[in-house]
């Protein structure tokens, strides 16, 4: 009997076995926590250090300071010459952050999948040593001030292991091993995503006065230690979840890309395809919007009518990310008993639109500490989207469903960079906050898509036989 689009969604019917969540399982946390706490504070380092040297290299006087904000005058030389210092920095944050995310593209959509056949530990492993060499490197070229070129091949180190969307992909899959479909599985999914934007926050937070006291290599260093803490972790204690009666068979490269693409395609999922390629684009959109946020606030927050120092900009990231860490952690339990899990995320598109379009238009700092609040929901368009096609998914598949939804979040990590950096960079001398309006046009675009699901897609909500096992692994 063939089964039309319209058809409602069944979760999935194929009876699967989770391991009973023990001690041992919660070192994902810290062993996820610690990376993503390393990973933003050398983002900031390596960022204002491509600046530093841009400055040093133009020769300014104030080689040291944040921006040439002191400057009134633009028809003064020296006040074009912080200009051109602005753009040529876009242009090299925006080749650090290329040469990662292309190579990463195409080894998220073959590696993530192979974990359905030899375990989820390998996306915790493989780009967790590569990063560590990257970051090994990136304080060796800050101590001794290699040119910027050397930045470029430390950031393709970590891209040719996935970089973080490996990991994440990893940490999604992780938890789809050990959790029921459906609320039990959002509200893991939610938490973790609210306890990484926490981490972002702390490191926010630190590094704008780590930099500050410290300058780029004590920084970079300490990222360097704190890596190999996680890498340590991760393959000394950290567990394994998925279970052999859930694995998938040995496959080529060729027919494990098939996988991750059999989701929206294959006639296997006839009756899902348009539920998985609606949600999968509004992940796209909402990475689109928001993968590149930071560092676009960077640039805008150092020139002009801001010139904030590294402190003020290290403070505003930690008010952003905690605003939305604390509100998935604390707001997803009522608002799942308000709303389904299509409507939060549509809610959540809406609210982000109207952050964006605030911080278009911010020109006092009071303005700018606004920006979190109507950004509070921000994060939770992924988490939800995530949750549901996770939950439409039979466990032999997770691997390959987070393949294909990491591989896309990778894509944005080279086209949001490539767009907002360029768009900044053309449009910064006549209104920086032009960018934000773009983005604030992809959460429209998500928004609209969400709504179409909801429309469209119905979902029946037949839980599947699950059968647990009490383990010690």
């Known amino acids: 009997m063939s089964v039309s689009e319209n058809d409602p969604l069944i979760v999935n019917n194929k009876a699967f076995k989770i391991k009973t969540i023990n001690c041992r399982h919660f070192l994902l946390l810290p062993v996820a926590m610690l990376l993503f706490f390393g990973f933003v504070v050398q983002f900031y380092v390596i960022s204002q250090w491509i600046q530093y040297v841009i400055k040093r290299e133009a020769q300014l006087e104030d080689a040291g300071s944040t921006s040439g904000c002191l400057l009134s005058n633009t028809s003064d030389p020296r006040y074009k010459s912080f200009q051109n210092v602005e753009k040529k920095t876009a242009l090299?944050?925006?080749?650090?952050?290329?040469?990662?995310?292309?190579?990463?593209?195409?080894?998220?959509?073959?590696?993530?999948?192979?974990?359905?056949?030899?375990?989820?530990?390998?996306?915790?492993i493989i780009p967790y040593s590569m990063m560590l060499l990257k970051y090994i490197l990136c304080s060796l070229i800050i101590f001794y001030?290699?040119?910027?070129?050397?930045?470029?091949?430390?950031?393709?180190?970590?891209?040719?292991?996935?970089?973080?969307?490996?990991?994440?992909?990893?940490?999604?899959?992780?938890?789809?091993?050990?959790?029921?479909?459906?609320?039990?599985?959002?509200?893991?999914?939610?938490?973790?995503?609210g306890i990484q934007l926490l981490s972002i926050t702390v490191a926010g937070f630190v590094s704008g006065y780590f930099i500050e006291f410290q300058g780029y290599f004590v920084p970079m260093a300490s990222c360097t230690l704190i890596l190999f803490c996680a890498w340590a972790i991760a393959i000394l204690f950290l567990p394994e979840t998925l279970q052999k009666e859930n694995s998938s068979d040995v496959i080529s490269v060729f027919t494990n890309l098939k996988r991750t693409v059999d989701f929206y395609k294959s006639k296997t999922f006839s009756g899902k395809r348009a539920a998985y390629t609606l949600l999968v684009l509004s992940i796209f959109t909402a990475e689109m919007a928001g993968s590149n946020r930071g560092s676009i606030e960077m640039l805008y927050q150092l020139g002009k009518p801001f010139c904030w120092p590294s402190q003020k900009i290290g403070l505003f990231s930690a008010a952003r990310h905690a605003a939305q860490g604390f509100a998935g952690i604390a707001l997803i339990t009522p608002l799942k008993k308000c709303l389904s899990e299509v409507r939060i995320a549509i809610l959540s598109n809406f609210v982000n639109a109207g952050s964006f379009v605030l911080e278009a238009f911010a020109r006092t700092d009071l303005m700018l500490y606004l920006v979190p609040v109507p950004a509070l929901l921000g994060r939770l368009t992924v988490s939800m989207s995530k949750s549901i096609m996770s939950s439409m998914t039979d466990a032999d598949k997770q691997g390959s469903l987070f393949a294909s939804i990491t591989a896309m979040t990778s894509i944005c990590g080279s086209a949001a960079p490539f767009l907002n950096n360029a768009v900044y960079a053309a449009t910064v001398s006549f209104f920086n906050g032009f960018i934000f309006l773009v983005l604030a046009g992809f959460c429209g675009l998500g928004f609209t898509l969400l709504l179409i699901y909801a429309k469209t897609q119905t979902f029946k909500n037949d839980m599947p036989k699950i059968e647990t096992i009490i383990t010690n692994g």
Do not use: N
Not at 173 to 193: H, M, V, W, Y
């Open 145 to 193: 001030e290699w040119d910027l070129i050397w930045i470029l091949l430390a950031s393709s180190l970590e891209g040719i292991s996935g970089s973080y969307f490996t990991v994440f992909s990893g940490c999604y899959s992780f938890i789809a091993d050990l959790t029921k479909p459906g609320r039990q599985r959002t509200l893991f999914i939610t938490c973790f995503d």
């Open 92 to 124: 090299w944050q925006l080749y650090y952050m290329l040469s990662s995310s292309i190579p990463a593209f195409f080894v998220t959509a073959v590696l993530p999948s192979y974990s359905d056949t030899f375990g989820r530990r390998i996306l915790f």
